[in-house]
């Protein structure tokens, strides 16, 4: 958590402008998600054929009951977008929890007993972190098939390193304290240390981190749908949108640049408002 | 005599570092007798406060216990496994860290933290217990005198002052009656006032619940007023002990007397302050002599030998050739 913003007076009022924008953004997109049904305008999976790449609406042969215009299978391209948030926002929440889960606890493992869980924990971390990504993700994929389920352990498998790491860094500093020593000496015992002692002092950065990984997340997610890895068809996926409409691209455009600004307005704003969340949970540039 | 409450005999405790095996505690011994205060006295670095760390069984990393024994209430505590230290932590000796401003978990509130230690150690009914749990913290707190404890119990350490700090650590302590309570320098960081105060609850809190207290300082003023016994730890060893009014009256270890030398007194205030020229030998430094020796006024060539404990008088002792003889 280095390289904090400094607080200049000036552009304080400014960025916790931003950090509003960016949360109510993120706001709407999981309100979107959650109340799909009833905002879609049509069947994200009704195909009509007579529609193939309808335009948006301020475009000649666009329709406003279709606003943003129609796939290459004449389907709805904002209720595709507004289904899509469901499985974005899912996929990026259940996995990013499921990764801290298993990071805290290993990394609380790792930092607070050291020794030979230590080494195995540290290793499997620095194995882990040595593969892309993507290629990780591809293989895993690969051998067990696509789907929302296989999609989640695919990402879980990985994105543990990463609470993991930050986790046992901090809990490393945190077993020095006399705290510690002041609660080994009324006779605690390691667990009660390291969840009851450790883990409410090391909470801050393990949720900004979780915070700005739901991010990253969902681009993964959407980069395995682009490659036909992740959601699989009808399930109307953003990743698997993009890929759809890159064969139009010059003809119909809006087939894979609005599912994309999806993608990228959603990122930057959870990215905008974990940058947010680290300053008002950071006591140091709090006031 | 019953046997004392505590019984170290012939502590050696060592750590391991880069410049080789350190002994910071060489061949300590001394006794805690039931509802004693026993004063432990000592430069920093004198082995005063890792002597009681291993007498809690924290001696933990680079250090170990390499040899003696600790009795405490007709138990061998070195050896013993780590579940049954944990429920004689905390519940029968009970410890009050050095640094009492950052003893205090800075994330949870003071009554969580109280009734940490209840829920770990005290048998109470299961039926209620919670409810019980915060009715003893509220009464622990009153005890130690934190005003309006009911309304404190969900602050943070951080909005209390540091005295009150050291209350509720103390409070933390007692909570269980333990038998024993190792105050290591209770009052470092703390104003004069709130430092006679925190003394002073420690001596009613010993009378109210009998306990045995050692009082870690390095302040003889302090141990003059509070203890019964004193110990005076130098590089490792125990180089006097006593009655706390016969030790002060008159010194038998020269480093003892150098100590009294150094403290100001307001009813002679024309003497001259002695110090004691030199620093505490490193740890690394020791050889088999009296480890006084080189900051000695009284050294001489007969110091080159490693000294005993001998008897001054009944039931005092001191490392020192001269005892016995007149310096």
């Known amino acids: 958590m280095s390289g904090a913003v400094t607080t200049v007076p000036s552009g304080s009022a400014q960025r916790g402008c931003v950090a509003i924008i960016a949360i109510a953004i993120v706001g709407l997109f999981i309100l979107m998600a959650i109340f799909a049904p009833f905002l879609a305008p049509h069947d994200p999976t009704a195909a009509d054929l007579f529609r193939r790449l309808q335009p948006p609406f301020w475009l000649d042969g666009g329709e406003l009951s279709y606003p943003l215009g129609c796939d290459s299978l004449g389907r709805d391209i904002l209720s595709r977008i507004i289904y899509g948030a469901r499985v974005s926002i899912f996929i990026g929440v259940i996995v990013v929890l499921l990764a801290t889960v298993i990071g805290v606890l290993a990394g609380l493992a790792a930092g607070y007993l050291r020794g030979w869980i230590d080494t195995v924990i540290s290793g499997l971390v620095d194995i882990l972190l040595g593969f892309p990504y993507l290629i990780f993700a591809i293989g895993l994929m690969a051998m067990m098939g696509p789907g929302v389920g296989n999609i989640i352990l695919a990402l879980a498998c990985k994105e543990w390193v990463i609470p993991c790491r930050v986790v046992r860094g901090e809990t ?11 609660a080994r000496a009324i006779g605690a015992s390691q667990r009660t240390i390291m969840l009851r002692e450790i ?20 681009i993964l997610e959407a980069s395995l749908s682009f490659l036909g890895l992740g959601v699989q068809p009808p399930t109307p996926s953003w990743g698997a949108m993009v890929a759809d409409g890159r064969s139009f691209m010059l003809d119909a455009w809006w087939v894979s640049t609005f599912p994309g600004l999806a993608i990228l307005l959603l990122v930057l704003s959870i990215n905008l408002a974990g940058q947010a969340l680290r300053e008002a949970l950071d006591p140091k540039l709090r006031d | 005599m019953a046997e004392p409450l505590l019984r170290i005999r012939d502590l050696r405790v060592a750590f391991t570092t880069q410049r080789g095996t350190i002994r910071a505690v060489d061949g300590v011994s001394l006794d805690v007798a039931q509802g004693e205060c026993l004063g432990v006295v ?17 001696i933990r990393g680079q250090g170990r216990i ?15 496994d780590h579940t049954t230290y944990r429920t004689l932590r905390g519940r029968e000796i009970a410890i009050t860290l050095q640094d ?20 770990a150690h005290a048998t109470l009914p299961r039926i209620g217990r919670s409810r019980a749990v915060r009715d003893l913290a509220v009464e622990m707190l009153r005890r130690v005198g934190i005003p309006a404890p009911e309304s404190r119990l969900s602050d943070y350490p951080h909005q209390f002052s540091g005295g009150t700090r050291q209350r509720i650590m103390i409070a933390i302590a ?11 320098e209770p009052t470092t960081a703390l104003d004069v006032t709130i430092q006679a105060q925190v003394l002073e609850l420690i ?40 009655p706390t009014d016969q030790v002060i009256a008159a010194p038998a270890h020269p480093y003892t007397r150098g100590l009294l030398a150094s403290i100001p007194r307001l009813t002679e205030l024309k003497r001259i302050l002695m110090p004691i020229n030199g620093q505490v030998p490193e740890p690394d430094e020791i050889s ?4 006084f020796m080189p900051r000695c006024r009284y050294a001489s060539d007969a110091c080159r030998q490693p000294i005993e404990m001998r008897a001054v008088a009944a039931d005092r002792e001191a490392r020192c050739i001269l005892v016995g003889h007149a310096p």
């Not at chain 1, 883990?199 to 969902?218: G, H, S």
């Not at chain 2, 010993?206 to 590089?235: F, K, N, P, W």
């Not at chain 2, 088999?288 to 480890?291: D, E, G, N, S, T």
């Open chain 1, 199 to 218: 883990l409410p002092n090391i909470l801050a950065p393990v949720i900004v981190v979780a915070t700005m990984r739901i991010a990253q997340v969902i």
């Open chain 2, 100 to 119: 009492a401003l950052t003893s205090l978990n800075p994330a949870l509130t003071i009554g969580t933290q109280i009734e940490e230690v209840l829920h």
């Open chain 2, 203 to 242: 001596g009613a809190m010993r009378q109210a619940l009998g306990m045995s207290v050692v009082l870690i300082t390095h302040d003889l003023g302090m141990v003059s007023e509070h203890c019964e016994r004193v110990a005076v730890m130098y590089a490792g060893q125990i180089v006097e002990t006593g």
């Open chain 2, 42 to 58: 000592g430069e920093s670095g004198s082995g005063k406060s890792v002597t009681f760390l291993a007498v809690m069984g924290l």
């Open chain 2, 66 to 80: 390499e040899s003696g024994s600790i009795r405490f209430d007709g138990r061998e505590l070195i050896g013993l």
């Open chain 1, 172 to 182: 490393l500093a945190a077993r020095e304290m006399v705290y510690v020593e002041a």
């Open chain 2, 174 to 184: 007692l909570c269980c009656r333990p038998k024993l309570l190792i105050a290591d």
């Open chain 2, 288 to 291: 088999a002599q009296c480890r």
